[in-house]
């Protein structure tokens, strides 16, 4: 009988390192592209990119340093607003507030806030980034369709995502990818505002937003898929073997899994940013095609979790 | 030259030895902070027993010596005051209490009172969350017998004091298997 199943030791670190590793990465590949788009601006006039790229540096990292700070510091808000979830209320659910309550003594942990979604599909998520933000999100769909063992999975599974640090490096990099998605749109628009406007009396320099933008939105893109796939699809996996080593009831979670699968769509979630944090995706499939599901899916097929889960 | 190389060499693994016994005290304290979640429960179950042995006394009067018995085990569990004197006291406990779960089976007036119904719904959820605190116990207690054991940071458990630790279970058999006994007197 050991403390931790193989791996978790492993998984929290590797989370911890990625978190800093993209808070590191993030402001470096920002800059890069600040340098970028100056390099080409100035180009054009023929001045030193240097001198721009320097008065200019500080701003962008002090307006992306605002938005993330109230990003960290709002984020459970705004995450509530996005899923619409509500505070559970404890009398009258003594039986969810006691199975999380009982595995978070188990596992020696501050017990997370409890809170609830007013949908009658069956899904659950967590957040935070620390002890006094992290949550444990349950539609009420999964609270009044499965019994104590399968609901206790369900919880457990969240649980493992707080204590692995998944939850802290998601959030992150939602934050991350929501200031690119940003600038991504300002390109955008700024793209169709050149393109739709009259031939303007300088053509030259709105050919150089026109490319500025298509570089700025095709890094944008790009870095945001790629922090998609960064953090791993293995984490779901991981959290229903931690989960399975909580209650001892693989079963259990897979049985859960079952019924989850079934109708895991919350309606209210409109954003594919905050399905990731689901314990499955929340969102109707858009594309016919299996394997371009799969490639950019925010979750693993189920039935593949509920194979390996009855293996234990 | 070679000075350095020994100097550093010995320093080391000095830095070596130190980090080995700062590990162990760090997974001794976490033991005793563990134990702190189950002396929370603990205090709530001495809490209580009163309650529940004044509602039994009302319809099974002549159930008295189950009654005495939990009435002494809970005296005792208060009693306690070391760890391990703590976990003997309160496995007396939860044995008198688990007989007194078998002899109410012949009470029907007593298994429809509300007042008893509440009471015992409340024993079982404080007995649920005494399970999950000691589930957390015992394996912190185990991480830290494997460090007292297991070579090398046995080497500095021996010399420094460190010895294995009981482990919160239910079981008879286990606690037998313990080199020595704890001493406690009722």
């Known amino acids: 009988m050991s403390m931790q199943y193989i791996g978790l030791d492993k998984q929290i670190r590797k989370n911890n390192f990625n978190s800093v590793l993209l808070l590191i990465a993030f402001p470096a590949l920002l800059l890069a592209m600040l340098y970028a788009i100056v390099y080409f601006l100035q180009k054009e006039h023929g001045t030193d990119p240097n001198t721009l790229f320097l008065q200019s540096a500080p701003a962008v990292l002090g307006g992306v340093g605002v938005w993330f700070l109230i990003a960290w510091a709002g984020h459970s808000t705004f995450i509530r607003m996005a899923t619409g979830s509500k505070t559970l209320d404890r009398t009258e659910n003594k039986r969810v507030y006691n199975l999380v309550e009982n595995i978070c003594i188990s596992q020696?942990?501050?017990?997370?806030?409890?809170?609830?979604?007013?949908?009658?599909?069956?899904?659950?998520?967590?957040?935070?980034?620390?002890?006094?933000?992290?949550?444990?999100?349950?539609?009420?769909?999964?609270?009044?369709?499965?019994?104590?063992?399968?609901l206790e999975g369900v919880i457990a599974h969240e649980i493992t995502h707080i204590k692995n640090r998944d939850v802290r490096l998601l959030i992150v990099s939602i934050i991350f990818v929501g200031i690119f998605a940003f600038l991504a749109e300002l390109a955008f628009r700024s793209l169709r505002f050149a393109g739709s406007g009259k031939k303007s009396k300088d053509s030259k320099g709105s050919g150089g937003i026109i490319l500025i933008a298509i570089v700025v939105t095709a890094i944008a893109y790009f870095i945001s898929i790629l922090l998609r796939f960064g953090i791993s699809r293995k984490r779901e996996y991981l959290a229903d073997a931690g989960a399975a080593e909580i209650t001892k009831k693989p079963y259990a979670l897979a049985n859960a899994l079952r019924k989850i699968s079934g109708d895991p769509l919350i309606e209210a979630v409109e954003s594919r940013d905050v399905a990731q944090l689901f314990i499955d995706n929340p969102k109707p499939s858009v594309h016919k095609s299996a394997s371009w599901d799969n490639m950019f899916a925010t979750h693993p097929p189920i039935e593949k979790r509920i194979e390996l889960l009855e293996q234990f | 030259?070679?000075?350095?190389?020994?100097?550093?060499?010995?320093?080391?693994?000095?830095?070596?030895?130190?980090?080995?016994?700062?590990?162990?005290?760090?997974?001794?304290?976490?033991?005793?902070?563990?134990?702190?979640?189950?002396?929370?429960?603990?205090?709530?179950?001495?809490?209580?027993?009163?309650?529940?042995?004044?509602?039994?006394?009302?319809?099974?009067?002549?159930?008295?010596?189950?009654?005495?018995?939990i009435t002494q085990a809970r005296t005792a569990a208060m009693a306690a005051t070391t760890i391990d004197g703590k976990i003997v006291a309160e496995q007396q406990l939860t044995t008198a209490l688990a007989g007194l779960k078998v002899q109410v089976e012949a009470y029907p007036d007593l298994k429809a009172n509300q007042n008893f119904l509440q009471l015992q719904e409340e024993l079982s959820d404080i007995e649920n969350k005494l399970a999950a605190a000691r589930r957390f116990f015992n394996s912190a207690t185990t991480e830290y017998n494997n460090s007292v054991e297991s070579f090398p940071s046995n080497l500095i458990a021996k010399n420094f004091g460190f010895k294995r630790e009981i482990m919160f279970d239910l079981g008879e058999d286990s606690r037998k298997q313990m080199e020595e006994p704890p001493k406690i007197n009722f």
């Open chain 1, 108 to 150: 020696g942990m501050t017990m997370p806030k409890v809170y609830i979604i007013e949908d009658d599909s069956l899904n659950a998520f967590a957040s935070g980034i620390n002890n006094r933000s992290y949550s444990v999100s349950l539609s009420r769909g999964i609270i009044n369709k499965l019994d104590d063992d399968e």
């Open chain 2, 1 to 69: 030259m070679p000075v350095l190389i020994v100097v550093g060499v010995l320093a080391v693994i000095a830095i070596w030895l130190v980090s080995l016994y700062n590990g162990l005290v760090r997974l001794r304290n976490r033991r005793q902070n563990a134990f702190a979640d189950i002396d929370v429960q603990l205090r709530q179950r001495h809490d209580l027993v009163p309650q529940l042995v004044d509602t039994v006394k009302g319809y099974a009067g002549h159930e008295k010596e189950v009654l005495i018995k």
